[in-house]
């Protein structure tokens, strides 16, 4: 392996649109990243390709966040990554996260429910609950949350990215909170409406969805999608000791639709 390893950093769900732009952000920067799938492992595969073509290193590693001990595992994978390229684990983040159905909450199943909330809540407090307690008994270190604008402004017919992800903020600052005299930092980053594939493939597959995406864009003041790299680059900061200071934060990356 490369002896220029900065840290390695394990990715969940970076086989996804705004996962692999982390991905290959923090591989650009010297870092080895292990990238977490649940299903999409071609995808998976072609990032860490992509990145070794680059130059880089990345593995990649099936885990489900829903089974505890596939967490554990996949985090001491990362550990063992780590040692094996003479580096420490230096940050994780969840970029994981259901499909989602947007449409009024009135319309939503009780069944339809429970799946987001059991995937999206349970699986990122069991990800990021491990992450904190290996990070707290080796000396702290970062973790990186997405979560969605819509936990700084709510928006009509997307209760199902917003509910769940408000869970999931409250155990990111419940987390920076208990963890933070252990020098365990955790953050979130709250993107708005992102030039990635599942937006462009809403705005044509359903005229609810259609309009939730156009309605946010409506009432941003920067009048354009963002960029998957204007999230990466912010990852990329609050893993970095630049960031030592910053936690239990929520930060928008949506164009000022949340001001």
């Known amino acids: 392996m490369a002896e220029n390893i900065s840290k390695t950093i394990a990715v969940v769900g970076g086989s996804g649109g705004l996962g692999a732009e982390i991905c290959r952000e923090l591989a650009a920067q010297g870092h080895l990243v292990v990238i977490g799938y649940h299903s999409r492992q071609a995808p998976a595969e072609e990032v860490a390709a992509a990145i070794g073509t680059a130059g880089g290193k990345a593995f990649t590693r099936a885990v489900n966040l829903c089974d505890e001990q596939q967490v554990l595992d996949f985090l001491d994978y990362t550990q063992s990554c780590a040692k094996e390229a003479g580096s420490s684990l230096g940050g ?103 030039n990635v594939g599942i937006v462009h493939s809403s705005f044509t597959a359903d005229p609810v969805a259609e309009s939730v995406i156009q309605s946010c864009l409506d009432r941003t003041p920067m009048p354009r999608m963002g960029k998957p790299e204007e999230i990466s680059a912010l990852v990329a900061f609050l893993l970095s000791d630049a960031a030592a200071y910053i936690n239990g934060q929520v930060i928008g990356v949506d164009g000022g639709y949340s001001a």
């Open 92 to 194: 994780v983040v969840n970029a994981a996260g259901p499909a989602i159905p947007l449409r009024p909450i009135t319309d939503i199943s009780s069944a339809e429910f429970r799946r987001i909330m059991t995937t999206d809540v349970e699986g990122s407090f069991n990800l990021l609950t491990s992450a904190a307690r290996i990070m707290a008994a080796s000396g702290g270190g970062p973790i990186v949350q997405l979560l969605t604008t819509a936990v700084l402004r709510t928006l009509e017919n997307d209760a199902m990215s917003g509910v769940p992800k408000m869970a999931i903020e409250g155990i990111v600052r419940q987390l920076a909170r208990e963890l933070g005299p252990q020098n365990v930092r955790v953050n979130g980053i709250a993107p708005g409406v992102m």
